[in-house]
């Protein structure tokens, strides 16, 4: 009894969403992904350090994959063989980017059941769609492209493991999507060689990867305690299976908890906030932005936070300062930094995230000020200092002092116009397709000039003086809205908080104006 009942069980994974119908797996007659509406979006600065692109950000031209390969599988023939001048990941990447616009596609569509995986690889073998060198070693290959609502898990991860071993690239087009299952097999762009992790997996600004829990049907009938407890450890072993399977991936911890914790009847699709941090380039149309509000910045750093730490924190909100062309925040405990800046010749805003002290921001300082401001001492010592806190202190401890923050934004400036824009990256329109965080929902922008201004008039109105309205939240205006707060709502705080304007009289409509989500 139990062997068939677990028979019967691994047949019921393997088929997942019954369906009637096998997915149509077919040879495209063109290869979409060229022109403008294929730039790499994300992760601008890492893609131009692995030779991912230019300035342009465009993808290299069309071309014949033959001819293409030759230029980059002799660095594989015999194993890496690097000139000095390349990395590992240099020349892996550069294989990868490449040869996509000129590589062949094989498109899975519609739902995917027991035997797919099967008929993919006998079309791989009929067209020789495989440009692998020899068996299981493939440095450069052709592309996958699917267009599912999911369907057999099981049979995902078994596609997904040949798509591994032949190192294709994997691709979800615009206006397609990848949701379920199906998102099992996308992962599976990517490579392991050398002990190094490269990607290979790519989705249009305007496609879709959808997650939620993986689930098992069992047919409607009566069970016995034995036959639970037999269904019990066959479902346990393939919850185990797919999150071994998802961690081989390369995918994060937040990618896990989303999955999870997403409802088999729900549905959880990915922003580009989590596709940047679990490794899946961003194609699409480059429409840098010239104009940003103040909520613009905050969703843009949170939600980058949020992807790489997995929980919000309530410093990236009292710690944010802005300017019409510049902004900033940190969390001091995680040394992470958001900045941006405005360059006001070409009307579009260059960004830096800095975590834990992983940037350039320290070596410019040293390399540049000294070269740049030899005659003004007052400005050569404060951006000195500012960049060797960032060196030997961390990135908070540069930060800690209030009155250094406003020179960071200062500093940033003249990273950006000295720096040539080498490590900035051009904030595009899709980063702003990102949530702010739920938490931060019923928050609202408290250090707003627009609402400083407000408070610091209400602050003298109630006799504690702040000085002429600005604005800007400065040591003053801090040091009264403590005041304020331990007098009014009972509480030691220097922040601008709800109970706070409540306690200054401002009604729910002008409090609602400054909440962070609409």
């Known amino acids: 009894m139990r062997l068939k009942l677990l028979i019967y069980i691994l047949w019921i994974m393997s088929l997942g969403i019954i369906t009637s119908h096998a997915a149509d797996i077919k040879l495209l007659d063109n290869n979409p992904i060229i022109g403008e509406d294929y730039q790499l979006l994300n992760n601008a600065k890492d893609a131009s350090a692995f030779g991912l692109r230019g300035s342009s950000g465009r993808l290299p031209s069309r071309g014949n994959l033959k001819d293409l390969s030759e230029g980059v599988l002799w660095a594989f023939r015999d194993g890496l063989a690097l000139d000095g001048a390349l990395t590992y990941a240099d020349t892996h990447l550069r294989a990868t980017w490449g040869i996509i616009p000129s590589s062949k596609i094989i498109q899975v569509s519609g739902q995917i059941k027991k035997g797919d995986t099967e008929k993919l690889k006998t079309l791989v073998n009929e067209l020789g769609f495989s440009t692998c060198l020899r068996e299981n070693y493939c440095p450069a290959n052709n592309t996958i492209a699917f267009d599912s609502p999911g369907g057999s898990l099981t049979e995902a991860i078994k596609m997904g493991k040949y798509i591994s071993s032949q190192n294709f690239a994997t691709f979800v087009d615009q206006g397609a999507r990848c949701e379920s299952a199906c998102v099992f097999a996308f992962l599976a762009g990517f490579t392991n060689y050398e002990g190094f992790f490269y990607p290979r997996r790519y989705v249009h600004a305007r496609g879709k990867l959808g997650i939620h829990q ?244 209400k602050l003298n109105q109630f006799g504690i003086n702040v000085g002429k309205p600005d604005g800007a939240a400065g040591p003053n205006t801090r040091k009264g809205i403590r005041t304020f707060n331990k007098q009014r709502t009972g509480r030691d705080l220097e922040t601008i908080d709800v109970k706070t304007l409540a306690a200054m009289d401002f009604n729910d409509a002008q409090i609602s104006e400054y909440k962070l989500c609409l």
Do not use: H
């Open 214 to 457: 993986p689930y098992f049907q069992l047919a409607d009938q009566d069970y016995s305690l034995d036959q639970v407890q037999n269904i019990v450890e066959v479902v346990n072993l393939g919850i185990n299976a797919a999150t071994d399977y998802l961690l081989s991936s390369g995918i994060s911890f937040r990618f896990l908890q989303k999955m999870y914790a997403t409802s088999p009847d729900q549905m959880f699709y990915l922003k580009p906030a989590d596709l940047d941090k679990d490794s899946i380039f961003i194609l699409g149309p480059n429409q840098n932005i010239s104009s940003l509000s103040r909520r613009d910045f905050f969703k843009y750093c949170a939600s980058n936070y949020v992807a790489r730490y997995s929980e919000p924190n309530p410093d990236l909100l009292n710690n944010l300062q802005s300017s019409g062309s510049e902004f900033l925040t940190f969390v001091k405990g995680k040394d992470f930094v958001c900045l941006g800046v405005k360059q006001l010749k070409k009307d579009i805003w260059q960004t830096e995230i800095c975590f834990e002290a992983k940037c350039l921001l320290s070596e410019f300082g040293q390399a540049q000020i000294p070269v740049e401001l030899p005659n003004d001492q007052n400005k050569t010592a404060i951006y000195w200092d500012i960049a060797t806190s960032l060196d030997n202190g961390g990135l908070g401890y540069a930060l800690d002092e209030y009155s250094r923050r406003s020179a960071l934004l200062r500093y940033m400036r003249m990273y950006v116009e000295y720096n040539d824009f080498i490590t900035t990256e051009p904030l595009a329109s899709i980063a702003l397709d990102n949530d702010i965080p739920s938490s931060f929902c019923k928050e609202i922008d408290g250090y707003n000039p627009g609402l400083v201004l407000k408070v610091q008039e």
